[in-house]
């Protein structure tokens, strides 16, 4: 199980909170925030998904070069590898993304990201063959080990490419 360390900084929060049009105050103004029952800036909800950069490990860090097939992407993706499978991109989708938080994110933290295989099934579809699911499930551990948030993000490969 990789780990990195994501470090959760305010500037980083205004501008995920700008990049989705959450205008809420509660991620930049701190007299605002303080009088909340989170007691300070927090993070938007989906803010962790951010951490990825933060992963030396992550295809797409730096500068984005988005491969054509998913043997280019990475030295055998997680859903690649229980399906056996690679390929075309095409056949590569997010299905879904779940966030479970303990606590708040909030500006200072330093988190321990660690990323493990989840759960995995199939389904049969209706254009693309045989549709393979896969689960990711991310823990974010504070700087005492205690578990702030987990992520579970949901893989599809499908048997072939959709038709129309």
Not at 84 to 92: D, H, S
Not at 120 to 132: P, Y
């Amino acid at each position: 199980m990789a780990e990195h360390e994501f470090p959760v900084d305010r500037s980083a929060i205004l501008t995920f909170a700008a990049a989705i049009g959450d205008t809420n105050p509660i991620y930049w103004d701190e007299a605002y925030a303080k009088a909340t029952p989170c007691g300070g800036i927090v993070a938007p909800p989906t803010f962790a998904i951010a951490s990825a950069h933060w992963n030396p490990h992550y295809v797409f860090r730096g500068v984005r070069k988005i491969p054509a097939r998913v043997e280019e992407a990475a030295p055998r993706s997680e859903a690649a590898a229980r399906s056996g499978g690679g390929g075309n991109l095409a056949r590569v989708l997010h299905a879904e993304q779940r966030f479970e938080y303990k606590k708040p994110l909030h500006p200072g933290m330093r988190l321990i990201v660690s990323t493990r295989p989840g759960k995995s099934w199939e389904k049969q579809g209706k254009r693309g063959g045989t549709l393979q699911f896969s689960e990711t499930v991310t823990e974010y551990r504070d700087e005492r080990g205690e578990l702030v948030l987990v992520a579970t993000s949901v893989g599809v490969v499908t048997a072939k490419a959709v038709e129309s």
